[in-house]
């Protein structure tokens, strides 16, 4: 049963604190997406990746917020030093480029981050 | 830039019967897809249906089904025969295809569907 893995679930963290959330994509996919949920700004596109290689992280707030592909199995949002307004569920989601139909996403559970 | 709206925050409908969930976008372009996505209290973001802008004919997955007016820029998710587990949050959204352009998802704010039994 081929899924996207994000780990962990939950995470409670204080003011300043580093956190880091991990995401496995779906075996053979070569797109990973990061979307942030809360309640004030619905859905948003961080980041995403193709083969690696950042293609669009412009919904990300670059002097705090980082993320990487080590390897084609692993990517890893990072905050540093993370805030209150950072509290939300951080989704990953991997696809699969298709020519002239680009990438359908297939989301993970999401990682519900409470900065306190 | 494109916007995804979905006016009904809340919605309900009695099990076994049918509903119907609206979502208005706007859109420059000519060649997109949209999606309906729904999220249980698992917060697992499921795809439920989608939709190729250049296909005319509505999709349709077992019980859900959409009615895409390309023209007025519309489209609206219908779930028949209601059941329990349709209970959901549910997310419309929309995305240009790759063609060098950015393939993000752009999300409604969604709308809450209760069944009630």
């Known amino acids: 049963d081929a899924r996207v893995t994000q780990t962990p679930r939950h995470k409670v963290t204080e003011m300043g604190q580093e956190v880091t959330m991990r995401c496995q994509p779906i075996l053979g996919h070569n797109t990973v997406f990061w979307y942030r949920q809360t309640m004030m700004q619905g859905l948003e596109l961080l980041a995403y990746f193709r083969n690696r290689a950042p293609l669009d992280d412009s919904g990300m707030p670059k002097d705090r917020f980082s993320a990487e592909m080590p390897d084609a199995t692993l990517a890893t949002l990072k905050i540093q030093p993370s805030e209150p307004r950072d509290s939300a569920v951080y989704f990953c989601?991997?696809?699969?480029?298709?020519?002239?139909?680009?990438?359908?996403?297939?989301f993970g559970q999401g990682t519900r981050l409470t900065v306190v | 830039a494109q916007t995804v709206t979905q006016s009904q925050p809340e919605m309900s409908v009695q099990e076994a019967e049918t509903v119907t969930l609206s979502c208005t976008y706007d859109?420059?372009?000519?060649?997109?897809?949209l999606f309906w996505y729904k999220q249980p209290p698992s917060r697992q973001m499921i795809l439920v249906i989608r939709q190729e802008a250049y296909k005319q004919q509505n999709a349709t997955e077992n019980r859900f089904s959409v009615n895409f007016q390309k023209a007025a820029k519309s489209f609206s998710l219908k779930i028949s025969d209601s059941q329990l587990g349709d209970a959901a949050m549910y997310f419309c959204?929309?995305?240009?295809?790759?063609?060098?352009?950015?393939?993000?998802?752009?999300f409604g704010k969604g709308t809450k569907l209760t069944v009630n039994p």
């Open positions: 989601a991997s696809g699969l480029l298709r020519q002239g139909r680009g990438t359908e996403a297939f």
């Open positions: 859109t420059s372009e000519s060649d997109y897809y």
């Open positions: 959204a929309y995305r240009t295809p790759f063609q060098g352009g950015s393939e993000k998802l752009v």
